[in-house]
């Protein structure tokens, strides 16, 4: 059925996300004649969608919207949301990552209180792996999507690794520098930037990634920068 649609898409599994940048009220019926064509294909072959998980966000500011008409989606307006969970990391429709970071910090900060609850020392060795397979992965999951650009954001995630470096025996009351130091690690916005850096360069080189360079980047033809 994607192949009748004339707007942007993406499919994950049994998910199907699809977009269109509105200008006018023109653009909003080309939407919603792409939305028909979906539950048309659906009416024809048998098939229903689950109304309580088909959402609607739009992105950008409210007050510039040019066509805040609903969407229907089986006879049913679709459901408006400001934030939305998508393949594990939550949107907003301000693009602003708080929501995210807020709900990754809270996960990793149970894990972590579990994690105290359960082991009442640690040492360097065991402090690396536990925090490395139990805490970090909610802190990094997808983080090139979601990477926070607001010192409010940062300071929300960075205070997990704050909290967790203090557990380790004799680290406690050790300055935070110190205490990556000795435990060979790094702030997050250095594992962030790395991060930014590898998946730039599968980007331009087309390295087992899906994403097009020529969608993020403009390469310099000139050796002059």
Not at 60 to 84: F, K
């Amino acid at each position: 059925c994607v192949q009748e649609l004339d707007c942007d898409f993406a499919m994950f599994a049994d998910d199907i996300i699809i977009w269109k940048v509105i200008h006018s009220a023109a653009d909003g019926d080309d939407f919603r004649e792409n939305l028909h064509r979906l539950d048309e294909w659906f009416r024809k072959w048998l098939l229903s969608f689950n109304s309580n998980k088909c959402t609607l966000l739009r992105l950008g500011n409210r007050n510039q919207v040019t066509d805040m008409r609903p969407y229907y989606l089986n006879g049913l307006p679709l459901r408006e949301a400001h934030t939305q969970k998508d393949l594990g990391v939550w949107m907003k429709d301000n693009l602003k990552p708080s929501t995210q970071c807020s709900k990754a910090a809270k996960s990793a900060n149970s894990i972590l209180y579990a994690i105290k609850r359960a082991f009442k020392v640690f040492d360097e060795d065991c402090f690396s792996k536990v925090f490395g397979t139990f805490v970090r992965p909610h802190l990094e999951y997808a983080i090139q999507a979601w990477r926070p650009w607001t010192q409010q954001d940062y300071n929300m995630l960075e205070r997990v690794q704050r909290r967790a470096t203090k557990l380790v025996r004799g680290q406690a009351e050790l300055p935070y520098e110190i205490r990556l130091n000795n435990l060979k690690l790094y702030p997050l916005s250095y594992t962030q930037l790395r991060g930014d850096l590898i998946q730039t360069f599968r980007i331009v080189r087309g390295m087992d990634c899906a994403l097009l360079c020529d969608d993020f980047f403009q390469l310099a033809r000139t050796k002059n920068l």
